[in-house]
């Protein structure tokens, strides 16, 4: 929402879907438009290109993965600038094990020059998030990818079509940012921990949809209000209000 997306497609397992949907709606109360997309089974990340194939129309897009939380310097408002017009954009994070994540490996000038998905001997330290830009062609290079050793379809091999071409761009995440998995309970605790030390000391949400709908100018004040109605009585309608009226 922040980069100025109105249109988004979530994809999930048949099981969790439904509970997406009750949660969101169609988006328009934020005003975007929400769909739905299926993912029968695990097959791997580059497969959501190809579920979104009818989505995109053919238009460039943003994946990232519904278990990572980004949060910091260059992660908000602005964020789209640093896209390129066609290619494929990546954000990455220095971290300590590189062998538990997809690494970019930059030669002296910076410039990427590798990709490997966890590898035993990593050749840099710098980790592929879970947020990633792609041009209209995705679709069609996910289709020609084949199944790992793992039976995945792996994003690195989306992005290795992309570093064929010369068409790989990267932003590396300062040290002012957070990057988190929330894949398993040690990791969500982490996040949940972050998230609310962060909002007890600013009084501020962080990702709250209905106040960047607002700020973005999707909904007007007074839908924010309705908004805060909607939800009762309760700290997060609260906040909501005193947007509104502190106007900031």
Request: hydrophobic content about 40%.
């Amino acid at each position: 929402m922040m980069a100025g997306i109105r249109q988004v497609l979530i994809i999930s397992s048949p099981r969790d879907l439904e509970s997406f949907s009750v949660l969101l709606g169609d988006g328009s109360q934020f005003g975007m438009e929400i769909h739905f997309a299926i993912q029968e089974q695990p097959k791997g990340l580059a497969q959501a290109l190809t579920i979104a194939e009818d989505f995109l129309c053919g238009e460039a897009s943003m994946l990232i993965l519904g278990d990572n939380l980004f949060h910091g310097d260059g992660l908000g408002f602005g964020i789209d600038e640093k896209l390129p017009s066609i290619g494929c954009h990546i954000f990455v994070y220095e971290v300590s094990t590189p062998s538990q994540y997809g690494v970019l490996t930059i030669d002296e000038k910076s410039r990427p020059i590798h990709i490997e998905e966890k590898p035993v001997n990593p050749r840099s330290n710098l980790a592929i998030t879970g947020l990633y830009f792609f041009d209209s062609r995705a679709s069609a290079f996910s289709k020609e990818i084949r199944p790992s050793s793992r039976g995945e379809l792996e994003i690195t091999d989306l992005i290795q079509k992309y570093l064929d071409r010369d068409e790989l761009t990267f932003t590396v995440l300062s040290h002012g940012s957070a990057w988190l998995d929330t894949g398993n309970s040690n990791s969500l605790h982490d996040a949940s921990t972050y998230v609310r030390v962060l909002e007890e000391r600013t009084n501020l949400k962080i990702a709250c949809p209905e106040e960047i709908a607002w700020r973005q100018g999707w909904i007007s004040a007074q839908e924010l209000l309705n908004l805060a109605s909607n939800l009762g009585n309760n700290s997060y309608s609260e906040y909501l209000r005193s947007l509104y009226s502190k106007k900031f």
